[in-house]
Structure formats: structure tokens, C-alpha cells
């Protein structure tokens, strides 16, 4: 009876200094609100450091804008030009997400077809790797002669270079689906829609995100490296327009204001599919699912 009355006070008091499961939840949000904010602040204070060097090492030197313009002096001339600017990013963005568009279409529908019709894979994909390979920069003039739309032909360029990382993941995602799992849906007598809405779409979404976020940047790669190959010239024109203007008339501050609008552009392209991959997946996927470190 003796050990009974001390173990048991003993035992309340753990119990009454237990973190609760409230408490325990609090924390980890709070963990993880601070790694939220040092992913913001880290990044953005080295760049702020960055660019006060440059401006200093400009200042300090007397370097003349014509060679290397302050960051000062580029925002400046991006506010200074902006009508200018606004309407050659707007065009930029349009053809972009158009053929990102365009290459989220044609390689979902051909890599559904690559998994359901293996003769359709070995008949295609060797095509679809000869264009991946081929450099955008080299092909861009046959697609400007033969095209007769320039807008079409920039857009036919950004296409290629975006398709294939959608094309290459998703037939990935589509074939990494469990075999167990096939064999239980034919076992059930799953229709061939049934055995694709529940497992293999589930399977390859995770690979599609991922290559929907490289084909992102790859579209306005695409999309800038032919308008170069072009060298159009007028109102509907792009950033990559104003960059050659620029150097053609040696105004370096006004290249580096065209140059920061494409930067940040591909930075927000990132940031909205990586955030798009984060709510399609963080709850169900161990890639995008957060953990306490």
C-alpha cells in the first residue's frame, strides 16, 4: 500500500507536466512561421547587401553608365520608361503562359497516350527527344522562314522548349504507379478510367508539378532566346525587343531595366508553381509535406 501512495502522485504529476497537444501544436506553428520568415529575410537581406556594393563600387570607381549603371540609375530608367517597358512585359507574359499552356495540353494528352498505347511511345518519343535536343537557338530561324506569323513562330519556339520536361515526367509519373496496386485494380475489375482516375493520374501528379515547374522557366526562356533570333522590332514586341534596342543604341541602363523586368518575371513564374505545387500536394505527398526539424 506504501508504494501504491507514492508512485501514484507521482504519475498525476507527470501527467499535469505533459505538454499538451495544444501547447505541442502552438510550437510547431510557431517553428514554423520563423522558418517561413528566415526564407523571406535571409534571401532578400544578401540581396539588398548585393546591390549596396554594386552601388557603392560603382560610385567609389566613377564608373560611367555606358559600362556598369548603379542599381539606382536602373530603377530610374525602369520607372522613366515604363509605357514602354509594361507593354513589352505584358507581350512577354502573354506568350509565355501561352505556350506553357499549350505544352501542359500536348504533353499531358500524349503522355496519357505513351502509357495507355506503348506503340504510340516508341512511334513518338523519339521525335519529341530529337526537338529537346536540338537547340531552340538553331531551329528558331527555319520556324521564323516557314512561319508566317511572327508571333505564331515565337510561340511554336517557347512551345518546344517547354513540352518535353511536361511530356518526359508525366509518362514517368504515369508508369511509377505501384504494380501491387495495378494488379488489385485488375483484380477488382477496374475500367481502364476507373484505373486512371484513382491510381495512375494520383501517381503522376507529383512528377507533373515538378516538371511544370521547370517547363515554367523554360517557357520564357524559350520565349525571350527566339524573340532574339527575330529581332523584331515595333509595338508587339517583347522584352527581349527592348534588350536588343538597347544595346543597338548602347543605352546599358535601359538593357539592365528590360533584363530586371525578364528576372523578375521567371522569379514569380517559380514562386506560382512552387506555391500551386505546395496546395496540390502538401497534404498527401512527402514532397511538399512540412515536418518539424
Known sequence: MASTSITEPVALADVDTAPSEASL????????????LLRIVVPAAIVVVLLLIWEWTVRANNIPHYILPAPSLILKTLFDNWDTLSSALWFTVKLTLLALLAAIVGGVLLAIAFALFKWVEIGLFPIA???????????????????????AALLLCAWIVAFFPILSNTVIGLKSADSNLRDLFQLYKASPWQTFRYLLAP????YFMAGLKIAGGLSLIGAVVAEFTAGTAGKETGLASRILESSFRTEIPMMFAALLLVSLLGIVI???FAALSRMVLGHWHESEMRRER
Open 25 to 36: 501544436r502552438a510550437h510547431e506553428d510557431k517553428l514554423r512561421r520563423r522558418e517561413s
Open 129 to 151: 527527344v530529337i526537338l529537346q535536343v536540338t537547340p531552340i537557338i538553331a531551329i528558331a530561324p527555319l520556324i521564323l522562314i516557314y512561319v508566317s506569323s511572327t508571333t
Open 203 to 206: 501517381s503522376a501528379l507529383p
Open 270 to 272: 517559380f514562386i506560382v
